[in-house]
């Protein structure tokens, strides 16, 4: 059974920055397999933010772009979500997702969706204010 835990989260003024990170339990690497990062804010519907594939390759939501990063380290099994620039619409619980079936292989460049996820992180609060 894979695990995820995030950390990282907190509250921040506009401008500023937070690192999450995500801590995956045991995970078996396949070239299948694809992480991301997903955000909640109440009343809303569960969006991607990022992902990041078997090939290091990196996706992100246009509202992010320029401001987050996703990043990974295979030794530590840790991803990570470097955000700056935050707003106050950054403002969600933060979840951190895993798969490794073939069915989103790389990420499916891009073109994921949260169901498409089987394991997932219990969130972290990110509150920005302005």
């Known amino acids: 059974q894979v695990q995820l835990v995030e950390f990282g989260g907190g509250s921040v003024q506009a401008g500023g920055s937070l690192r999450l990170s995500c801590a995956v339990s045991?995970?078996?690497?396949?070239?299948?397999?694809?992480m991301g990062w997903f955000r909640q804010a109440p009343g809303e519907e569960r969006e991607g933010v990022a992902a990041?594939?078997?090939?290091?390759?990196?996706y992100y939501t246009d509202s992010v772009k320029g401001r987050f990063t996703i990043s990974q380290d295979n030794a530590k099994n840790t991803l990570y979500l470097q955000m700056n620039s935050l707003k106050p619409e950054d403002t969600a619980m933060y979840y951190c997702?895993?798969?490794?079936?073939?069915?989103?292989?790389?990420?499916?460049?891009?073109?994921?969706?949260?169901?498409?996820?089987?394991?997932w992180g219990q969130g972290t609060q990110v509150t920005v204010s302005s």
């Open positions: 997702a895993t798969d490794y079936r073939s069915h989103l292989r790389y990420c499916r460049g891009g073109d994921y969706r949260d169901f498409d996820f089987r394991y």
């Open positions: 045991t995970y078996t690497y396949s070239s299948f397999y694809c």
């Open positions: 990041i594939d078997s090939l290091g390759s990196t």
